[in-house]
């Protein structure tokens, strides 16, 4: 099992260091299987780095994301044009589709929730607290590298924040 893990964020605008800082982690463990990629932003090149990978995750901070954290399945969908310098995940995942000719790995999104994206501001108190709910799922995710197990996962969550 290949596990490539994509973390977006840029560690100079307050919250937006979430993604940072959660690679950071990701780093220190060097887990076997597991591919770390982290940029300020995706883009189109990224899809490449799907190739022979049988599970993907993209970490990033989010503003309306539900506190601590949004935990879902995405699939590739058309977004902005694939000449833009940012795309989301579900670009992405629409980029390798149309280079590979077959679909790319089951994907999954970890959405932390950024209060402060100011320039030069340090993380915010509320976004700490996020910090550690989504290492803690990240946690969980990585013992268990297994798209029917994030599924059920991501479909608890789901549960929680509707109920």
Same mark, same amino acid.
């Given at each position: ?70 935990? $879902?399945?995405? &699939? ?13 995940? /579900? *670009?992405?995942? #629409? +980029? ?36 550690d709910a989504?290492?803690? $799922?990240?946690? &969980?995710?990585?013992?268990?590298p297994e ?7 991501? /479909? *608890?969550?789901? #549960? +929680?924040?509707?109920?």
């Open positions: 099992m290949t596990l490539v893990v994509f973390a977006v964020g840029n560690p100079s605008r307050g919250d937006d260091a979430l993604g940072p800082l959660l690679m950071a982690g990701l780093e220190a463990q060097a887990q076997p299987g597991v591919v770390l990629i982290s940029d300020f932003q995706l883009q189109i090149e990224h899809a490449l780095d799907l190739d022979g990978c049988d599970l993907a995750l993209f970490i990033d901070a989010g503003t309306g994301t539900p506190a601590p954290f949004e935990f $879902r399945e995405t &699939a590739p969908a058309r977004g902005r044009p694939v000449s833009s310098h940012s795309l989301a995940p /579900e *670009a992405v995942l #629409h +980029v390798f589709a149309d280079l590979r000719g077959v679909p790319p790995p089951p994907a999954f999104v970890l959405c932390v929730r950024g209060e402060d994206f100011g320039l030069g501001k340090d993380l915010s108190a509320a976004a700490r607290q996020h910090f989504a290492a803690a $799922r990240l946690a &969980a995710c990585l013992a268990r798209a029917a197990y994030w599924r059920r996962l991501a /479909e *608890a969550d789901r #549960h +929680v924040i509707t109920t």
